[in-house]
């Protein structure tokens, strides 16, 4: 199993009872899952935090950053 997990949660994500982990059966699901995921993020919530894509070992962490959208989750 390849993880997408959520570094940390926002008070967005908290309030809304999202999820810190995803869990996919390929590499590949999973990158793409994680960048669409991010890419959600940055233009649903609040605004107050940007979402980016990291690569740890096997799996994929939805970094948090104070300050708003990060461009870098445009495929």
């Known amino acids: 199993m390849v993880h997408v997990v959520i570094e940390k949660r926002c008070e967005c994500a908290k309030?809304?009872?999202?999820?810190?982990?995803?869990?996919?059966?390929?590499r590949e699901e999973?990158?793409?899952?994680?960048?669409?995921?991010a890419d959600n993020l940055n233009n649903t919530y609040c605004g107050k935090h940007g979402f980016d894509v990291v690569e740890v070992d096997d799996?994929?962490?939805i970094s948090v950053e104070e300050g708003g959208?990060?461009?870098?989750?445009?495929?």
């Open 15 to 26: 309030k809304n009872g999202l999820e810190q982990i995803r869990s996919f059966s390929t």
């Open 30 to 37: 999973a990158q793409e899952h994680a960048y669409e995921w």
């Open 59 to 61: 799996n994929f962490v």
């Open 69 to 75: 959208f990060v461009e870098a989750c445009e495929i």
